[in-house]
């Protein structure tokens, strides 16, 4: 079938579509209506059906295969590797599952995972979508603040995290930054559930804190049945960045996801069981939500957990570590980020031909615009198709790629393709709101129904979902839009072109920031009277976050500016997280706004990266612009 023709069905039958694409999951019970739209611009998928993520995740496959490889922890940062069989992961999560129960976690409840990149972590999600527990997995890269926004709008019941992290042989102290957090938090969880790796002190609660070995060890032979799930209960909460310092807990259903899960795998990433599946992400994010735990096990693969840098810089200095892993475990598919690329080219091609490659078949990446010549090289490199994807935190899986097992259409250098069925992507003139026409910029914009696997609401705010996502209409069909927030061009054969965002979120190293998270973290400097972060283009990161202060106290010498920088920097680290430490930090008199006190992003940025500073008749102080230039110039 042509892609064209599978497309168009989506959007001209979507009930018959996605009740064909529904038949990839188990269902307990079926659903009685594909699509509820009684309630726009939201949307209830597959209702009254009954289905569970951990079911259909594991349990589905223990029968026809039990003993293949289900979950390959790896972390080069402890030197350990091991491999879990499905049925050795469905003993794992029921015991996880087990331990929850006895702890009082039941339906609705919501559990916050603070952890690393280890096996323990994907019990922890896969059981808390048994028992029909929320979770909300937090960045291991975020600090106490960031943690504590998150605890006290999620209010879970328990918290499981561990002693600690580690990055490139650098001990992160997870229970510190939690303890500090839960302090910091109105709302305090019941209970907190601690995988003790051995790499950190840790302080306990007594009452509160509890040794996950001690408690698996009691719930060894735990049988913990699947709680079946209505189709729209919610699995889990992700929060993303937006324009406020708030963050936006994104929830999402069970059975839309599952179904938009199980059709990309195949689909898009044209696997199958018994494949080997290998995302670079992390599970904090929503790529490794979406293909390092659920996708690849629905899809019935063994799906890879990497706990460690792309190049390794000290236990084995080896920049050939992720083709190692290839070579080893057979991996067939797999999915990573412009940025860890780009770190990558910077190694000798030798590194990459000194393993055997062969099973791999292709390479998806997303996250991050990317550019031609980092898409050519590692093509080059690896000799297999490398395929942009675009998506979001919101969509949960790509809303535009190309779709290569409907129809191997060609992928085009810097687009990340055609729009994905079920989506129906248009560009809006920003100004007018007119629908764009070829090669015109605009809003990336889609208009309402989205289809199964997207964002339910913001957890606990439908008004600040509306407000936030769906403010626009379709000039034609006066539907509801959903905004993306990206800028896109589309050619006259109608692939898109991702032309960077249209608020205030940058994305470092494919991480989606909020620069006003940045700044309320800055601002708690006490020498901090007003700041500015904006986005810069960065060869390697994608781009950076560079700062603009005004002291209270101003600082005439270039060792006190240096010692503010510093010292903001490491404020940043402590509320937000490494994450979101900016690159640098300016000082300045001065910062431009308009009339009406509103910061000028876009021009700050583009002086930042030498462009001129667009339209300026609204600015309060042109004197403001020289004083970013001279700041750029010290
Ligand atoms: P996140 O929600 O963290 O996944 O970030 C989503 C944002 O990352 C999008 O709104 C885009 O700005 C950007 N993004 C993701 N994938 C791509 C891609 N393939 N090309 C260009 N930008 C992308």
Not at 149 to 161: E, F, G, H, N, Q
Not at 295 to 301: D, S, V
Not at 311 to 321: N, Q
């Amino acid at each position: 079938m042509s892609f064209a023709t599978f497309y168009q069905r989506s959007i001209d039958d979507p009930s018959a579509f996605w009740t064909e694409q529904a038949r990839r999951i188990d269902w307990h019970h079926p659903f009685s209506q594909v699509l509820d739209d009684s309630r726009p611009p939201f949307t209830r998928w597959f209702v009254d059906g009954a289905t569970n993520l951990c079911h259909n995740a594991v349990d589905r496959w223990v029968a026809t295969r039990g003993e293949q490889p289900a979950l390959i922890a790896i972390s080069t940062e402890t030197n350990s590797e091991k491999t879990y069989s499905y049925r050795e992961l469905h003993a794992e999560v029921q015991r996880m599952a087990a331990i929850m129960q006895s702890l009082g976690v039941g339906r609705g409840d919501r559990v916050l995972i603070y952890m690393p990149m280890i096996a323990e972590a994907t019990f922890a999600m896969l059981a808390c979508a048994r028992i029909g527990a929320i979770h909300s997995v937090v960045f291991g890269g975020f600090a106490s603040h960031s943690l504590a926004s998150r605890i006290d709008d999620a209010t879970p019941k328990l918290i499981v995290s561990a002693d600690a992290g580690s990055r490139a042989g650098k001990i992160l102290p997870y229970k510190g930054l939690l303890d500090e957090a839960i302090k910091l938090a109105q709302h305090k969880p019941a209970q907190v559930l601690l995988v003790n790796r051995g790499l950190a002190a840790m302080a306990t609660v007594a009452g509160r804190d509890l040794d996950y070995a001690e408690q698996r060890q009691r719930h060894m032979d735990a049988k913990v049945p699947v709680t079946w799930l209505e189709s729209n209960e919610a699995s889990y909460i992700l929060y993303t960045s937006g324009t406020t310092g708030k963050p936006k807990g994104v929830q999402r259903d069970v059975g839309g996801y599952a179904v938009a899960l199980a059709t990309s795998m195949d689909t898009i990433f044209c696997s199958k069981g018994g494949g080997t599946f290998f995302c670079t992400s992390d599970i904090g994010w929503v790529v490794g939500h979406s293909y390092i735990v659920y996708g690849p096990l629905i899809a019935g693969m063994a799906t890879i957990l990497y706990e460690g840098l792309p190049v390794l810089a000290t236990s084995r200095p080896d920049a050939g570590i992720w083709w190692s892993i290839v070579e080893k475990y057979k991996v067939t598919r797999m999915f990573s980020a412009p940025t860890a690329i780009r770190v990558l080219k910077k190694q000798p091609p030798e590194l990459m031909q000194k393993y055997d490659l062969s099973s791999l078949q292709a390479l998806y990446l997303a996250g991050e615009p990317l550019d031609e010549s980092t898409s050519s090289w590692i093509a080059a490199a690896l000799g297999v198709p490398v395929i942009d994807n675009y998506w979001q935190t919101e969509s949960g899986w790509p809303i535009m790629t190309v779709a290569k097992n409907i129809e191997n259409k060609p992928c085009k250098l810097g687009s990340p393709g055609l729009p994905m069925y079920g989506y129906k992507v248009r560009l809006l003139n920003e100004a007018t709101g007119a629908l764009c026409g070829a090669n015109e910029k605009g809003v990336v914009v889609i208009e309402w129904p989205l289809p199964p696997g997207c964002l339910q609401t913001i957890y606990g705010d439908d008004q600040r979902c509306v407000a936030t996502y769906w403010a626009t209409r379709m000039p034609d069909s006066g539907l509801p839009a959903y905004s993306t927030f990206d800028w896109g061009i589309r050619d006259e054969d109608g692939y898109y072109f991702i032309l960077g965002r249209t608020d205030d979120v940058i994305n470092v190293a494919g991480h989606r920031l909020g620069t006003r998270e940045i700044e309320e973290s800055i601002a708690s400097h006490p020498n901090v009277s007003e700041v500015a972060v904006v986005g810069v283009e960065d060869k390697l990161k994608g781009q950076v976050a560079v700062a603009f202060v005004i002291p209270k106290a101003a600082e005439s010498s270039a060792e006190g500016r240096a010692r503010l920088e510093t010292e903001i920097m490491r404020v940043v680290d402590q509320r937000l997280g490494s994450v979101g430490r900016p690159a640098r930090v300016y000082v300045v008199g001065l910062l431009p706004k308009t009339r009406s006190g509103k910061l000028l992003r876009r021009s700050i940025q583009a002086l930042c990266e030498g462009r001129d500073p667009g339209d300026l008749t609204t600015i309060e102080d042109p004197a403001s612009l020289q004083q970013i230039k001279d700041a750029l110039r010290v």
